[in-house]
């Protein structure tokens, strides 16, 4: 056991203001100590991400800032003058602040002693794409810990050794767009830990992983907490990540704590009502549902698939050979009954979004076919292959990728009708009505997707699929990111549209517990093939392949008890 003489954070009060705006954060206290996990929970508006912009030292000018930030025993805000010095290196942000009439504290703040370091949502944003992880190491030690040149690439090993790369040797002279989402995240820890920091800010961290590789992440994190004795404050929304790692969880609400306690004790008993409605509202497994599978119904479904083929497209440079050599789809087979919902689970790589993109008409069919109501596109000419792509939608993960910036909400949700010829009249009037359905209305018809939130512009993307009164919508992981209370309303809001509306709907999701509430049916894609299909209760409760039970055990239940049972049924310790 190391004795410190600081906690690794120490926040006492801290407010954020903007002029002439409802205040960021009204009053926050907390204290991360070293080799502990504090989960800071809260929803978007909550002052989660401008507390850690605070402790790292990016606010921006307009903000004002009061309280104390203590890291590693150093004072990094001050209402006094404060001499502070932020070094940004290939997007890794260090920050030091310390009082210009103390020069100890300026000493313990020399360059070789950063304190904090920041991990952000998507390594994208961290990692440079010119260069290669080694490369982008080896200018952090440079930099931060005056590493001579000809020891850079050995201390380089040892910190990807750190982060869990099974072949250092290999990833040190990878670019970052030949690593996996979860080897790039992994990247960006290597260089925030480079910096040997007391204290890591950890934002939503597995927000764009697939369950496989969050899996990994967050017993990744444990290490790292066990080995280096490195704070880690962690924001996140997602309440089975909490109980997977957290030490203790601190909740935040309209920029103040509304609760605070170890992570068994919060989670048996929480006090606050917005934490227990968090509780209530959070995506579970449902129990275990035994007995034999239903008869196929006997109506002709919306969609069929029968032995699907589609080859992978080409990788870059030396991956072309081995991308080309698995197909993206292999002999996969489907259906769906009217009105009901088939969700496709499986991690990054397994033909989830390119069957999406098959059943939406964007990918070509390779060998294999697939009917609409019976009816085979392959037997109609042009106009009718068109029509009949009307009856299908596609829902995308981000609307604001999909969403024109340029176009109010109501000239998004028009555009599919004018496009396929309908009258400016008419066209109006079914917009309101679909905008009413959704409920967005009123004013937010005439604002613009960037002046709305996620979850606004998720529905206005989903008014949008729905416009043209489809008979199937493909989604690609909608509520993906979203905070929730505004998944728990989304996933609410389109179940009601599709019992009022009659659509079925192809549903890809990372998240298992989001499928389970939401589907009929579920089919798991491994490697382009299907291992295991069935009612989605059964297959997600009591699955028959072993992949499809490793894949359910990797879901992080929101229980801390659930889970340090499972890190002991698989490797004898409650914290690995």
């Known amino acids: 056991m190391h004795l410190y003489a600081h906690p690794a954070l120490d926040?006492?009060?801290?407010a954020i203001d903007f002029a002439g705006t409802?205040?960021?954060v009204k009053d926050i206290s907390l204290r991360v100590d070293r080799a502990q996990i504090l989960a800071l929970v809260g929803e978007t508006g909550s002052g989660k991400t401008?507390?850690?912009?605070?402790?790292?030292g990016l606010l921006p000018p307009t903000a004002t800032a009061t309280g104390s930030i203590r890291v590693d025993g150093v004072e990094v805000l001050r209402e006094v003058e404060v001499v502070r010095e932020v070094e940004v290196v290939r997007g890794v942000e260090v920050v030091r602040g310390v009082e210009t009439s103390d020069p100890?504290?300026?000493q313990r703040c020399s360059p070789t002693s950063a304190a904090s370091a920041l991990l952000l949502r998507d390594p994208r944003s961290t990692l440079d794409p010119r260069h290669t992880i080694g490369a982008q190491l080896g200018e952090v030690l440079r930099a931060h810990r005056k590493t001579p040149r000809r020891d850079r690439r050995a201390r380089a090993l040892d910190l990807l050794d750190l982060v869990d790369f099974p072949d250092p040797q290999r990833y040190v002279d990878a670019y970052p767009h030949q690593l996996t989402a979860g080897d790039?995240?992994?990247?960006?820890?290597?260089l925030a830990m480079a910096t040997e920091p007391a204290l890591l800010v950890a934002d939503e961290p597995t927000a764009t992983l697939d369950i496989g590789e969050q899996a990994a992440l967050l017993a990744l994190?444990?290490?790292?907490?066990?080995?280096?004795?490195?704070?880690?404050?962690?924001?996140?929304?997602d309440l089975g990540v909490v109980a997977d790692v957290a030490d203790r969880a601190v909740v935040v609400r309209g920029g103040q704590v509304v609760e605070r306690a170890g992570v068994f004790e919060w989670f048996a008993r929480p006090n606050a009502p917005y934490a227990k409605q968090l509780h209530a509202i959070t995506p579970k497994l449902p129990a275990a549902m035994y007995g034999e599978d239903p008869l196929p119904e006997l109506r002709t479904p919306i969609l069929e698939v029968n032995h699907l083929h589609v080859a992978a497209a080409a990788g870059f440079g030396s991956d072309r050979r081995a991308a080309g050599a698995i197909p993206a789809l292999r002999d996969v087979s489907l259906r769906i009954g009217p009105g009901s919902v088939l969700g496709v689970v499986g991690e990054s790589g397994s033909g989830k979004s390119v069957l999406g993109r098959v059943v939406a008409g964007l990918t070509p069919v390779g060998l294999g076919r697939i009917t609409f109501a019976g009816i085979d596109p392959d037997s109609l000419d042009r106009p009718g292959r068109r029509e009949l792509r009307r009856r299908t939608a596609l829902l995308p993960q981000d609307p604001a990728t999909t969403l024109d910036p340029r176009l109010t909400v109501a000239e998004s949700v028009a555009e599919p009708l004018l496009l396929w010829g309908e009258d400016g009249a008419v066209a109006k009037a079914?917009?309101?009505?679909?905008?009413?359905?959704?409920?967005?209305g009123g004013r937010d018809a005439d604002k613009r997707p960037g002046e709305l939130t996620d979850g606004h512009r998720q529905r206005i993307a989903l008014a949008r699929a729905l416009v043209l009164a489809p008979d199937l919508i493909v989604t690609d992981d909608p509520t993906r990111g979203l905070d929730v209370s505004v998944q728990a309303s989304f996933l609410r809001l389109f179940t009601e549209l599709r019992h009022r509306l009659g659509f079925a709907a192809l549903y890809s999701a990372h998240d298992i517990a989001v499928v389970a509430q939401i589907a009929d049916d579920v089919v798991i894609l491994r490697r382009g093939r299907v291992v295991e299909s069935g009612p989605?209760?059964?297959v997600l409760t009591v699955p028959v392949e072993d992949y499809t039970q490793r894949l359910v055990d990797t879901v992080p239940y929101p229980d801390p008890v659930v889970q340090r049972d499972r890190h002991v049924a698989e490797s004898g310790s409650p914290w690995v």
Do not use: N, S
């Open 536 to 538: 989605a209760r059964r």
């Open 104 to 106: 100890e504290v300026r």
């Open 430 to 440: 079914r917009v309101a009505e679909m905008l009413d359905a959704v409920g967005v």
């Open 50 to 56: 401008m507390t850690a912009h605070a402790i790292i």
């Open 22 to 24: 409802r205040p960021a």
């Open 221 to 237: 994190l444990r290490r790292l907490r066990d080995r280096t004795d490195v704070g880690i404050l962690l924001i996140t929304h």
């Open 11 to 14: 926040i006492d009060h801290l």
């Open 184 to 190: 790039r995240q992994r990247a960006a820890i290597a």
